[in-house]
């Protein structure tokens, strides 16, 4: 008797242990609410919460209710997810963990600081099965990547999966075939789960030396390839003539991959992959036509893989133009064929140009006309621009396309110098790149940026944006015999690091870029040699080069590269050629790194998707050197999304004055503001245990010349 008793109690605790780390993951249940259980919120993409006890009247009590401290520091993009209880989440350093989302107390982490990855990461998936185990493993688990490495975690102990692939993890490169043989591919945006599958996000790197992108989904409990959907499409495949001949074997052309995550249709069975530009970003002499499937909004058989519709919203991109974030799924009342309204399920995609593209989330069938304006051609030899591009007629843009004299920052004590590079330089929509110089308005990072938009279940969208300008030429690049005077490590200084960092090695520090002058002083080689391989935030890594390749490179950067006697080294690595290059990723600024355009930086923006029409518009953010000389509602630039609630809430944080803001999501009025440990260039996350809601930010910094942060930071109205 007294075994059967225990018996009996192991398995009613059993019984509650799982119960927290549960999820149904089919479509949003009333009893979900109190869970963020996927990746902004939903598989609908919302950043919506139906939670109600934070509202517009109480929220200015808001206090900090925990902190979690990670053992590293720097940026963190992680939007973190709660499933019953337990918050999972990511250090800048790419470890997993889950915590107690009542108290920030950890439950379990898993990786090493010194052996993760130096990539950003936007966070993890969870997955639970109908069932209770397989082969005696746990089936709730925890999806996410280190590199190029997508592993299974058990979603209780933080233990890999060793069933799942190779001892728990499978190499994103599986399937991308030679084209993509020690190329960089890693993925930072969680996967999206459709039944027992996974289907990931990589990023790519964006040169010539760019791996193919197709999408592709995974077995959840396995590993094992799915389906592949070739973006750069093969003999016989839909879009295959927009490409020169067999382009998809071409190792100079790549790209056109899904980085910033996808939303899915799960009652339908519909994946919305957004796709980003054909690689090299810039220029593409050698991939003359239309380009498809690159910068697409893809409609894919969730089950398969099959195309059911598409759009591409820049044919043959030499902007780097894709789209930023997963698109959104809504419900709007749009007028039907015979005039009258009608309820349609739609997909709502931003841009980084700062469009909106409405579409019936069935048929592809856009809610507002988009007309193809003719766009100016390049003039640069070889290329071949597109000669239209498609623009919707509504909504109006979110962020300004153009700006002229007037509009030059009147805050600078620089304007003449700032007059002269506007002068001298082309600009407009869809202008080409040239020798002297392209604005690029908004600029490479939107517009809307990887945060993406929230919407609520009244059709309203709420859209964060970027107000920067980038200055870009596009000059010859040089070709090895011309650069064979150059030791081995210069020569692949000029040929990987200069756009970014500089001639000179100063960096743009406005731009995003550091300085590697005197890096020795502050890194030791075994660092400086991992981000070489690896890469770090936005920086690719260069996987392609040998290790004596990586020496040489570090030595010269060391200022100690040991020269062959002959004063030249040996050839190159695998680098494709192409004959142009950028000048650099460089934005439009004075000398002191303020905006070379006047404010607004940064938008906060709420439109109506029912009409096309703007409910409000304010600066997001201010520019803290200035707000410091008593000017303000300049807005500032921001990384990170929002997230609305049913209470009538709107949090966000993303500026770089390190401040987190509630707003009336009705009428834009701010409500509560703090000051973060760091700034939060993420989107924060909403949930509720027990009786009590939570609001929480991960808080890394580290971007925009902001000070480095390693907390989570939880806030709740104080207790009864």
């Known amino acids: 008797m007294t075994r059967l008793i225990l018996t009996l109690i192991a398995l009613v605790a059993l019984a509650v242990g799982w119960s927290r780390f549960s999820q149904n993951t089919s479509d949003t249940k009333p009893n979900d609410y109190t869970n963020w259980g996927e990746y902004l919120g939903g598989p609908d993409r919302s950043h919506y919460s139906a939670l109600t006890q934070i509202t517009p009247e109480n929220v200015r009590n808001l206090q900090v209710a925990w902190t979690y401290a990670a053992p590293d520091s720097g940026q963190i993009q992680t939007n973190p997810i709660i499933i019953d209880g337990v918050l999972y989440g990511v250090t800048p350093t790419v470890q997993a963990f889950a915590l107690d989302a009542a108290t920030g107390k950890e439950i379990w982490k898993f990786g090493s600081p010194t052996k993760q990855s130096l990539s950003t990461s936007r966070g993890v998936t969870y997955w639970q099965a ?43 490169h599986e399937g991308l075939g030679e084209q993509a043989k020690d190329k960089f591919v890693i993925s930072n945006t969680p996967g999206t789960i459709f039944n027992d599958l996974i289907i990931m996000p990589v990023r790519l790197s964006e040169g010539a030396d760019a791996a193919p992108g197709p999408v592709r989904a995974f077995n959840v409990l396995t590993g094992k390839l799915v389906w592949t959907f070739h973006t750069i499409p093969q003999p016989g495949e839909y879009g295959y003539d927009t490409w020169p001949k067999d382009t998809y074997k071409n190792t100079d052309v790549g790209g056109a991959n899904n980085w910033s995550g996808m939303s899915v249709d799960r009652k339908r069975g519909i994946l919305y992959v957004p796709t980003g530009s054909a690689a090299f970003d810039f220029y593409g002499g050698n991939r003359k036509g239309q380009n498809l499937f690159a910068n697409c909004l893809l409609a894919l058989d969730a089950r398969t893989g099959k195309r059911l519709w598409h759009f591409q919203a820049v044919h043959h991109d030499i902007w780097d133009r894709d789209f930023p974030a997963p698109p959104n799924l809504l419900t709007v009342t749009s007028n039907g064929p015979d005039g009258r309204p009608r309820r349609v399920d739609a997909v709502a995609q931003v841009t980084k140009s700062g469009h909106i593209f409405v579409f019936d989330r069935v048929t592809g069938k856009p809610l507002f006309p988009i007309k193809e304006i003719a766009v100016p051609k390049s003039d640069v030899p070889g290329e071949a621009s597109w000669p239209t591009q498609p623009l919707p007629t509504r909504p109006a ?49 939107g517009g809307a940026e990887w945060g993406g938009a929230a919407t609520d279940p009244s059709g309203i969208m709420y859209v964060n944006a970027n107000e920067a300008a980038w200055l870009i030429a596009l000059n010859k690049a040089p070709k090895q015999d011309e650069l064979a005077h150059l030791s081995l490590g210069n020569r692949l200084y000029t040929t990987t690091c200069i756009n970014c960092h500089g001639p000179e090695r100063k960096g743009n520090v406005a731009s995003g870029y550091p300085s590697l002058v005197n890096i020795g002083q502050r890194h030791d080689r075994a660092y400086v040699t991992q981000i070489i391989s690896h890469g770090k935030g936005m920086m690719p890594g260069f996987t392609q080069l040998s290790a004596a390749e990586k020496q040489a490179l ?14 030249s080294a040996s050839k190159d690595s695998k680098n494709p050629y192409v004959p142009y290059k950028i000048s650099g990723y460089i934005k439009f600024t004075d000398s002191k790194g303020l905006s070379g355009i006047a404010p607004p930086w940064g938008t906060l923006n709420a439109i109506d998707l029912n009409t096309g029409e703007y409910v409000w518009k304010i600066p997001l953010g201010e520019e803290p050197g200035l707000a410091a000389k008593g000017i303000h509602n300049t807005g500032a630039e921001n990384y990170g999304g929002p997230v609305v609630t049913a209470s009538g809430l709107l949090f966000i944080a993303a500026t770089k004055d390190g401040k987190f803001r509630a707003f009336d999501k009705k009428t834009g009025k701010l409500l509560w503001e703090t000051t973060l440990p760091a700034a939060g260039f993420a989107t924060p996350a909403t949930y509720q245990i027990g009786s009590k809601q939570y609001v929480v930010i991960a808080c890394g910094g580290a971007k925009l010349g902001t000070k480095k942060g390693n907390q989570y930071v939880a806030f709740a109205l104080p207790s009864k």
């Open 397 to 445: 843009p979110f962020a300004r396309q153009n700006f002229s004299e007037a509009d030059l920052n009147p805050y600078s004590d620089e304007r003449d110098s700032l007059l002269a590079q506007y002068r001298r330089s082309r600009r407009g929509t869809f202008q080409p790149l040239s020798r002297q110089g392209t604005f690029i308005f908004p600029g490479l990072d």
């Open 130 to 172: 109908e069932g209770q185990s397989r082969n005696g493993e746990p089936e709730a688990r925890i999806l996410y990547t280190v590199g190029s490495m997508l592993y299974a975690l058990n979603a209780k102990t933080g233990k890999p999966l060793l069933s799942f692939g190779q001892g728990g993890h499978i190499d994103l």
């Open 554 to 567: 570090v030595g010269f950067l060391f200022d100690d590269e040991k020269i062959e006697a002959s004063g």
